[in-house]
């Protein structure tokens, strides 16, 4: 590995920039002493990659371990006599993020000056945000920023050719160097010492929290310290202040102590290894054992239900989401009288929130945009939000209005943004849900049943069945309400179907035990979901299904027929992470749960969960995702007249129930239980059209041009006349020409 502090070369620089034909600007660095002048004016969309980025790009390729190019530096000066010296490299990612402005035909201002003290992907995006994407996204067509962007960003890439010299690697030495050369590095890197005196002697409950916090002391020393204590960067330096490349939790294993492991079945092992795999590593049998035999078969197991679960949830996200369009018309504002009330307390769920339009007050006659630096003026107090849920525009057929959605409109203009909003949620879900490092963290929590519960099942082995004790089975009976089943298929196409251990695909939360006529409602303390057995599943279907008052459709089975059967599978370990995921999924499918919410109410809790998972979905995305869940209390297939001041005619339905309520009857059949939505008689009163309807989709046009046929599409409801209407809108008119166009002389 090379290192700039090993070898110090004095050469002249003409001696090493031998190339000058190919150094574009940069050649002055030859003719002067260590010491060159650019003015940002002169810097234009047709220079700036021959001159610039390329010029210094060539230098790099002769010289970039010279010492003397590390001491090179620049002096930007503007017009205005406003100045900034560079060195050569930070000058590099200046151009590079400059490259975008010029190209948009604007000018380079010293407010565009691109720094931080450790450049990652955050600070990239950060400067992309507020120098471009801010200022640019009304004014410039998505697409031509878009490319705008790639463009540029893409040269940052330009590093990757000089990966040899500035490689970063493991370099134990490093590691040696802080032990011996500073105690308190020494305190947590050797176990022997550690094991003795300090943090090591911890009860296992605490030593995952405890080796963490001596974890973020070693980062400490590294980042901040480690040249003084070295004289040199460690090597880990770069990548930890860059947060990037390295997992603090596996920098915890590697360097500090492996800790506490789970048993993958909602435990952890009575184990505890106390020493990291830089210092002794897996030195018993019993650490071995814990540390890589078990877990990771259990893992893969739960990651592969929680798959099947997501991919279904995406599913029906993506279905109930299809529909929704915004509107063609950029400035046109919706006459909505009726806003969602939210307060915004941290700044993480306030990021959520930029460009999204609001009103002090309900009658506050302007709109205010969120700007990115609001934080402050916004922080906890209650604003009145423009959003899709209460877009008149949407309930019109017409799409969300831009004003309603917010800005993000003009960068998604040309996307289905029903369908974006329901990828968005449903990719992170799923990863998160998939990964079994989270749901492997060493916090697993149980699955914890109420006292009623606990009178009529026994759970054994993670398979809940009928109690033991319980005396008679006389005229009590399991309910099940068919809406609350979850259906999930694996959709692993290569998984045999004969295989025994093929997954269960139906699932529920919630179910009513009657005991001589008395109901009570039956789940775990956090709802978790209960999977069918396939013995319980073969025994529901030889039961009909009777309509209880409210229209829904239930299944009775009596406790008789059902004693010693396996009747439900209880999931398997449920971490802190995952149960605030599944508080995401319940908010907005879960009966008991979302009905609760009124427009207002729900929009904070989503936020506010989607925080919590540290799932970063932008409001625009998550207000799409709930617009299609409202509907009319009375017409549960129409949207609410939102132009009435103070509209309460509205409720908040399910994901499930939206599909099962859905306006479109093809929508609906995608659903689930076609053999229920064929004879249930609201299916008969649908006449709304869906993109999916092969006859009403859309016909391919051009991006941006306003396309007659598409918005007549995106109208509530067809009629006969408006198809005859557009037949006849089609029909060629005759051409008319006037005698002084004939006369015209011809161009
Ligand atoms: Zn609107």
Redesign the pocket.
Known sequence: MLRTNMKRYNAPMSTVLVNPEYYGVFKELLNESGMMRINPANINKLNIMPDYIEGLLNVFRDSIEQEFIHNVRVLVQWDNGKCCKFNLFDLYFNLVMWKMLVDLDATIQPYNIFIDKNITGDTIKNWIDTNVIDVFLDKVDPLTLNRTIYHSYKHLQGVDEFALYLANTFNYFDFVGLDKLDMEAHKILDNEYSAEHTYKNVAIEDAQDVGMEETKKLINIITERSKDILGYDHCCAAALRSQAGISERQFKEFAVNIGPKPDGLGGIYPHLINTSFLDKGLDSLESMFVESASAGRYAQIIAKTNVANSGAFARILGLNNIDTDLHADPNY??N?KNFVKMTINTPKIFKKFIGRWFKWSEDDPEDHCIGRKDFTLIAGKTIYL?DPMT????TMGDG??F??YGKLAYINRYVNIGKLAAEILSAILTQRFLSAKHILSAKPIKVVFGDDFAKYFQNEEYLLSISDELESTKKIYIKINLDDIDQSQDTNEEADDDDDSSFMSESLTEFIVEDNGIEYNMHSNNYDSLTFTSEFVEIIHKHKTTTNDEGAEIVVVPFSELVGIPLFAVPLANSELSKSLTEVKHIINFRNKTSGFDKDTILQAFMEALDNGGLGVHSSHASVILSNMIRRKEEVLETPDWSIPNQDDYQIITVSSALKYNPSTTVTLMYQGLRRTLINPITYRKRKPSKIDSYFMDAPQNIGKDSAFTKQTNKSELTMEDMFRRVEEKKPQPKVIQFNEMFRPKE
């Open positions: 504002v919706c909505t423009r877009c008149q525009s949407k969300i209005c004003r309603c």
